[in-house]
């Protein structure tokens, strides 16, 4: 299940019913459960999209059901639905890293914009962990001397100064250069700079 998906977790089934018909207009893939433990035995790290889960329903609790996901790593973005003596708990689950949760009585347009913005998010941390991979992948073709010649380009030092610190000749270290370059598919220190920087975010 890759596809990216609005999983509702909700012991009514008339709101399952309801929110899974009302997403469905903004042509959002679904899928309903009637338990946090229903979801947690069938959750793979693979899936793709967001969580609307109630914050309060019959034995495992939506934030019983949150904590097991953290604890198993899951990134999804988590929107809760709360009844109006549940707020401080969903503010406690922000804190953990919560998306956002919604009070009812909320409008359709409300819940609709939410689950959108968590998909968008997402998706977006799907992009962006996918440009790590890839810049790993680049990196892991360099040899040693070339990291250490990428280390000291980033550095700012001239060729002149890297062949002196690293006994090399200027000729060498202009071929690191030009294979890092290459290897690294940037044509200058700066993009580089700036590729790297991705990492460390």
Not at 117 to 141: P, S, W, Y
Request: charged share 25%; with cysteine.
């Amino acid at each position: 299940m890759n596809q990216a998906c609005a999983h509702i977790i909700d012991d009514d089934e008339a709101i399952r019913d309801a929110l899974q018909w009302l997403l469905k207009t903004r042509a959002v893939a679904c899928r309903t459960w009637d338990s946090g433990e229903a979801f947690l035995e069938a959750w793979q790290p693979s899936w793709r999209g967001c969580i609307v889960l109630d914050i309060r329903m019959h034995g495992m609790s939506g934030l019983e059901c949150f904590d097991a996901l953290l604890a198993r790593g899951c990134e999804l973005p988590v929107i809760f639905i709360t009844g109006h003596g549940d707020v401080p708990m969903a503010v406690a689950a922000l804190k953990k890293g919560a998306f956002h949760f919604i009070e009812k009585p909320f409008t359709d347009h409300d819940l609709e914009d939410l689950v959108e913005k968590a998909l968008a998010l997402d998706a977006e941390r799907q992009r962006a962990a996918a440009n790590r991979d890839n810049i790993e992948a680049h990196l892991a073709t360099l040899t040693q001397r070339e990291r250490e010649v990428m280390d000291l380009i980033l550095e700012g030092k001239y060729n002149k100064v890297i062949a002196d610190q690293l006994s090399i000749s200027m000729r060498t270290v202009e071929a690191h250069r030009s294979r890092i370059f290459d290897k690294m598919a940037v044509r200058s220190a700066v993009e580089l700079a700036q590729m790297l920087t991705v990492l460390r975010g």
